[in-house]
């Protein structure tokens, strides 16, 4: 009998799910997974060193499983001498070593690797990723002939197709969104657990090692290093957060305290996109966590909206969008993204403390990225691509479909409101209400016009009068514009004035 020719099987760093659809489609006794750790791929944008060593060491522990299930992994290091530097050179070093014609993999996350394989000169079939709840064909007709197409409804759909939190045809508990009960602020002397910390073992080690001597010197502190980088790892993170933070989830999740960088959160994020966890095993087990009385419905619904809802609309927005979406600029905002995001000194307490922990953590969560640096780079009016770029490289669970509609339509509004009804932006009271951060600024939160003044309630205003022929006729908007031109004329002069000089600081390069 003749042996077919071997496939090979290209398995990329944040498809490390034994079920992905590649895998599911190969032949452990016929094909060979191919694996690779590539420069293009950890340059392409400024990864900080802890995003880059949990996805190497992830990868490295991965094949290993996949070796001890029968698979063969060809499995290229980064300081392997004969690694060709790409996923496309790898794909045809390998395809030569191994004389094989058929690549089979799973679809990437993002437009640009999508590409990049569709130009590899090979017979390469990419199939869909499966491992997500809404498919880009269910969501293409979800989408056909609405105006809007907002999350909200989106999800209501989601629970439906999953059951998760449903009486039957009817939400659990009665009501679909339980946020009226959320979003209160923290207080400081609540002991919390935070996350689950793992101490690296001797491949995470090795790993760290080879980051730091490559990578070492890019904005982003390696050591200590406390990510899982295992499916068993993950797993352990996901019941610490259930026992201890799931509870109070909902709450405070808005809240944001100088002296606790995670509060209730999961940190599960970079789990979830590099396919170490599911996200329906994620649900199931809040939902079973609230089925037995530990969480509340309100901590629960929160949560599971976040990864039915959330996560899924963003992901099928970027695909349905198409290549062009990280182009989007509605806007026309053209500033440069001010040194203080790479760690330059500032006197704004707020944006000081959000970019020494994401420096530190390669985390931060969602209030801390959407409410300040992501407010402050609308009101400033910075280039999205540049704050896409920045969001992109920091965090350790950035990947390109969830981190570009979050970053240029949630929090930038460039792609003209397909993601947020109206943009988040706020003045320094929203910050000042939802953190601690304001006590210790060198700001006055409560000053709106002066030296002191908090930028953010200066650029709010100025943001609002560049873009008032967009905004003011916003239903959810308009009574802002009501209330600013209910001001003295000569507030707002000095108001907007002052923003100028503060922006003019900015652009010279001043520490701000
Ligand atoms: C400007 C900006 C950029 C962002 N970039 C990313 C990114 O690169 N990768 C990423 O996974 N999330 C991103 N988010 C969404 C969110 O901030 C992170 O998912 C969350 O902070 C991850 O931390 P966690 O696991 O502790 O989340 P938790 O707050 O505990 O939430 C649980 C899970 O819900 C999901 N989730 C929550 N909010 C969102 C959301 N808006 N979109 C998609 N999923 C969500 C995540 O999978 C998260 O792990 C971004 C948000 C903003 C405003
Ligand atoms: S006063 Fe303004 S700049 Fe200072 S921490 Fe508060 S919101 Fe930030």
Same mark, same amino acid.
């Given at each position: 009998m003749v042996t077919p020719e071997p496939r090979l099987v290209l398995v990329l760093? #944040?498809?490390?799910?034994? $079920? %992905?659809a590649a895998l599911r489609n190969a032949d452990p006794a016929r094909d060979i997974i191919v694996m690779a750790e590539v420069m293009a791929e950890a340059t392409y944008a400024p990864h900080h060193p802890k995003k880059i060593a949990f996805v190497l060491a992830a990868m490295r522990k991965f094949a290993a499983e996949l070796r001890g299930r029968g698979w063969r992994v060809a499995y290229t290091a /980064? #300081? +392997?001498?004969? !690694? @060709?530097?790409?996923i496309r050179a790898e794909l045809l070093r390998r395809a030569h070593q191994h004389g094989a014609q058929d690549v089979i993999a799973t679809q990437p996350g993002e437009w640009r690797l999508i590409a990049e394989l569709d130009a590899v000169p090979l017979t390469l079939l990419q199939l869909p $990723? $499966?491992?997500?709840?809404?498919?880009q064909g269910w969501f293409a007709r979800w989408a056909k002939g609405r105006k809007v197409r907002r999350m909200e409804h989106f999800y209501r759909e989601m629970r439906r197709a999953t059951?998760?939190? &449903?009486d039957g045809d009817a939400p659990a508990g009665g009501k679909? !969104?339980? #946020?009226?009960e959320n979003r209160k602020p923290a207080r400081a002397e609540m002991l919390r657990a935070g996350p689950l910390r793992t101490e690296p073992d001797a491949v995470t080690a090795a790993v760290l090692d080879l980051v730091e001597a490559?990578?070492?010197? *890019?904005?982003?502190?390696?050591?200590?290093f406390h990510f899982a980088t295992d499916r068993a790892g993950a797993l352990r993170a996901l019941e610490h957060f259930i026992t201890h933070?799931?509870?109070d989830f909902g709450t405070y999740q808005d809240a944001m305290l100088s002296q606790d960088r995670?509060? !209730?959160?999961? %940190?599960i994020g970079l789990y979830l996109n590099f396919g170490l966890l599911d996200s329906m095993e994620v649900c199931h087990r809040v939902a079973a966590a609230w089925r037995d009385g530990h969480a509340p419905i309100n901590a629960a619904e929160g949560f599971i909206r976040q990864i039915i809802g959330w996560r899924e609309f963003v992901r099928a927005t970027y695909f349905q969008e198409?290549?062009?979406? =990280?182009?989007?600029?509605t806007l026309a905002h053209d500033r440069d993204l001010p040194p203080l995001y790479w760690g330059a000194p500032t006197r704004m307490n707020c944006l000081s403390h959000v970019v020494e922990q994401t420096r530190d953590e390669a985390y931060a969560h969602h209030i801390q990225r959407l409410m300040v640096t992501g407010n402050f780079a609308l009101l400033a009016g910075v280039a999205p691509q540049q704050v896409h770029e920045w969001y992109l490289s920091v965090y350790? #669970?950035?990947v390109e479909w969830v981190e570009a509609p979050n970053t /240029?339509? &949630?929090?930038?509004?460039a792609d003209g409101g397909l993601i947020a009804s109206k943009p988040y932006v706020s003045g320094g009271a929203y910050i000042n209400r939802m953190s $601690?951060?304001? @006590? *210790?600024?060198?700001? *006055?939160?409560? +000053?709106? =016009?002066?030296?002191? @003044?908090?930028?953010f309630n200066q650029l709010y205003w100025h943001f609002l009068t560049r873009h008032r022929t967009r905004f003011e006729h916003n239903p959810r908007m308009s009574r802002i514009y009501r209330n600013w031109d209910g001001m003295e004329p000569a507030h707002r002069e000095t108001v907007l004035g002052e923003a100028e000089g503060f922006l003019a600081r900015l652009d010279a390069g001043a520490a701000v």
């Open positions: 760093g #944040d498809q490390l799910s034994h $079920d %992905v /980064l #300081d +392997d001498p004969q !690694n @060709a530097g790409s $990723d $499966d491992r997500f709840i809404c498919s059951g998760l939190l &449903m679909w !969104n339980y #946020d009226h490559r990578f070492g010197t *890019r904005f982003g502190r390696l050591r200590p933070a799931l509870p995670y509060l !209730n959160h999961a %940190v198409g290549p062009s979406y =990280t182009a989007r600029n350790a #669970d950035a /240029l339509g &949630m929090s930038q509004f $601690d951060y304001c @006590a *210790r600024c060198h700001y *006055r939160v409560k +000053d709106r =016009t002066g030296p002191r @003044a908090c930028p």
